[in-house]
């Protein structure tokens, strides 16, 4: 009887240990080359606590704009901001910034075309969003509506890379 309840000890302490948050290991995330993801894709917050993450465009082929939309669960987080970030504009394009539509628990269509400029390539920030964490839990952030496009407006394809965010 003694052995069982060691062992019931040993298995429950084993069983705790491992579903504390700071014992979750975050998978490690490969973002491949026209993508869009968060930087950080996997966060941290208090309850409370205000922070930015940003959509990151990476290794794109050549576009003139984008648009994407966002989810999340609207009891762990509120979004109370998006703000354009400063990719496509380069040292001397001209977008027009289409601000999203804000609903408890998503993000819709935010977008960027540019106006001037050509089309860019590469990696950069294409919008910053601010969260405040509500309440403890975890939430997916994930991307839908995801769209790059050409000076022809003709989309190019783009993978979209999710994210996380834990609230404490």
């Given at each position: ?74 009891e ?9 970030g ?58 839908f ?23 404490s």
């Amino acid at each position: 009887m003694k052995k069982i309840l060691l062992l019931a000890l040993i298995v429950g302490v084993v069983f705790l240990y491992g579903c504390k948050e700071d014992a979750l290991q975050e998978p490690e995330i490969v973002v491949t080359a026209n993508s869009l993801s968060l930087d950080p894709a996997f966060s941290k917050a208090a309850v409370g606590d205000e922070f930015v993450l940003s959509v990151m465009a990476k290794d794109v082929s050549p576009i003139a704009g984008w648009q994407f939309s966002l989810s999340y669960d609207p009891e762990v987080l509120e979004a109370k901001g998006v703000s354009e970030g400063d990719f496509l504009k380069g040292a001397d394009g001209r977008t027009y910034w289409v601000a999203p539509k804000m609903n408890p628990g998503s993000i819709e269509n935010a977008a960027a075309p540019l106006l001037s400029g050509g089309m860019r390539d590469g990696s950069g920030v294409v919008a910053t969003v601010k969260f405040v964490a509500k309440a403890a839990g975890q939430t997916d952030l994930k991307f839908f509506d995801v769209k790059f496009a050409d000076s022809n407006a003709q989309e190019v394809a783009v993978t979209s890379i999710d994210g996380v965010v834990w609230v404490s």
